[in-house]
């Protein structure tokens, strides 16, 4: 039993760390109803960043502040050199327009601080914990990601029942309207990109620290998408317990199913979990049902 | 109908010379006209007139090539749509733009947006005085819902709520910002007979009780012949009447437009 409880508390930690990619495609989503598909290249980007500024020898709380800064550049150049040109299109252009901006923010972060893996240690510290007399070993590291997640998650929901989160709701549902309540939708894009961005830093950070920074933190970004659709594209808490979920159930079926089979289910089982949950239901555990009229 | 002894002020909208093209398509050419304090004016014309066009000019969605709009005595260069309601200027939409996920009382309280004071930055940290604030702005939005007699919807995602009262909490949220010019795309579009009477009962109660000058497209004549004190006639994208709905009904232009010229 105490192994069961291990891997499921190592495998809902895993989940936590997908969890925080798949926020920042959350808040996009939400408020412009556009899959970002840059999120992943932001989280690496963000990261470049810091580690690139650390190594350069700026402290660490500078390094963190610089990178805040440079989240916000972004955002703002995103907004005027991309979407303030798409205003009322279709989702889809907007869409295939955050594809031209991850390969931009890949390479461009790349060309500025190499390609090679950086090693990343902010001081989290990695020791093993062990719960019931040893039996069970957490990773403090893990503790720290589900903390700064949920610090993340309750400032979120927090920001989200403000005006401004009224505003960010309004302009997702339909631009027309939002500009003609008098919602400015540029300073409302700006606002977005920007958390999307900061949300971006923490999970690269903490993904850095896991796994040292490099390029492949892109491609976790697919990771992200079965967790969205276990959770909802619209909910911020969706994300949370859809990365739980999918974190849990992956290790749980590599250890218990993955015998039977062979092994090697981690790898998919989160993509055919979430398959299975777009044949039930189609909008996530917690997101907006939108009734079609015909 | 009008009633003669109505207290129509000066101008408050001056349109002059507007003209508006999409590359090679001339939506509008040479348009001018005015809207006056506490008038109804309708734009009327056959499909692609360029009705919709002229409202999007006047709150800012559409940037014409030519001519100037003067509000309030002031004229505008180029104007974004949220500048335009900033200025009190609300409007509906021909194809309803509602935030389909919200409740009616939602897309309402959206329209109190720019009445409510703490900035769209600061209420994104810090949130106390901005709920007290909301509770006062709730309680205008509930006063809307009485007059445009939807309580009973206040709660349903407006997706669900058939068609005329879509329409109906589309006028709601323009009104909840209390405007000065408000601005209605075909508001009767696609109602029945009515739906439509209360619409126009509603149009004329703003207009009375709240002096908001109106500017509408409608298609339904007799609704247009009722309810407007005057009538602006587009037709390809140029004006060919203007004046109360009487002399238009008789102006040969507007007949012709209408149904046809004979060859």
């Known amino acids: ?294 | 109908m009008s009633a003669p002894e109505k207290n129509i002020g000066d101008i408050l909208l001056k349109v002059e010379n507007i003209s508006l093209s999409f590359g090679g398509v001339k939506a509008l050419t040479d348009i001018s006209f005015e809207i006056r304090e506490r008038e109804i004016l309708a734009i009327i014309g056959p499909n692609g007139a360029g009705k919709s066009s002229m409202l999007n000019c006047i709150n800012g969605f559409y940037h014409p090539q030519q001519g100037t709009i003067t509000y309030r005595g002031e004229k505008r260069k180029q104007m974004r749509p949220h500048e335009a309601a900033k200025q009190g200027i609300a409007r509906t939409f021909q194809n309803i733009a509602l935030f389909k996920g919200m409740s009616t009382l939602d897309n309402i309280m959206t329209g109190r947006l720019l009445k409510m004071k703490s900035g769209l930055f600061t209420s994104a940290i810090y949130k106390g005085p901005a709920e007290r604030e909301q509770i006062e702005h709730r309680e205008f939005c509930e006063r809307i819902i009485d007059f445009l007699e939807i309580e009973a919807i206040r709660k349903v995602p407006v997706g669900r709520l058939p068609y005329g009262l879509q329409k109906r909490v589309e006028l709601a949220r323009a009104l909840a910002a209390e405007p000065t010019l408000l601005l209605l795309d075909e508001p009767m579009a696609g109602m029945n007979l009515e739906e439509k009477q209360d619409m126009c009962r509603f149009i004329l109660d703003v207009n009375d009780e709240f002096g908001t000058t109106i500017c509408l497209i409608e298609h339904d004549m007799g609704v247009v012949m009722d309810i407007s004190d005057r009538v602006v006639v587009l037709d390809y994208g140029r004006k060919i009447g203007d004046g109360i709905p009487d002399e238009v009904k008789s102006s040969q232009a507007v007949i012709d437009a209408y149904l046809g010229v004979q060859h």
């Open chain 1, 1 to 294: 039993m105490a192994f069961f409880f291990e891997v499921l508390i190592g495998g809902l930690m895993a989940g936590v760390m997908y969890s925080l990619v798949a926020l920042g495609f959350v808040l996009i989503f939400k408020a412009s109803g556009v899959f970002n598909f840059a999120q992943g290249a932001m989280v690496l980007f963000a990261g470049l960043f810091f580690v690139g500024f650390t190594e350069l020898g700026v402290p660490t709380w500078l390094s963190l502040l610089l990178t805040v800064g440079v989240m916000v550049l972004l955002a703002v150049a995103v907004e005027r050199l991309v979407l303030r040109h798409l205003v009322n299109q279709e989702g889809i252009i907007l869409f295939m327009a955050t594809i031209g901006v991850s390969f931009f923010l890949d390479g461009f972060g790349q060309t500025i601080w190499g390609s090679n893996v950086k090693q990343l240690d902010i001081g989290i510290p990695t020791d093993p914990i062990f719960l019931m007399d040893g039996e069970i070993l957490i990773q403090s590291f893990d503790l720290w990601a589900a903390l700064v997640a949920g610090t993340l998650l309750a400032s979120l929901v927090v920001f989200q029942k403000t005006r401004t989160g009224r505003a960010l709701r309004a302009v997702a549902d339909d631009h027309q309207a939002a500009q003609s309540v008098g919602i400015p939708l540029n300073v409302i894009w700006i606002i977005v990109w920007a958390i999307a961005g900061l949300v971006a830093l923490v999970a690269g950070v903490m993904w850095g620290s896991k796994l040292g920074m490099q390029p492949a933190i892109v491609s976790l970004a697919l990771k992200a998408l079965p967790v969205l659709i276990l959770g909802g594209f619209t909910s911020i808490p969706g994300a949370i317990i859809g990365g739980l979920i999918i974190g849990a159930g992956e290790k749980l079926a590599e250890v218990y199913i993955g015998p039977l089979v062979g092994g090697g289910i981690e790898n998919w089982f989160a993509y055919v979990l979430a398959l299975a949950f777009l044949l039930i239901r189609p909008q996530g555990l917690f997101g907006e049902k939108l009734i079609e009229r015909v």
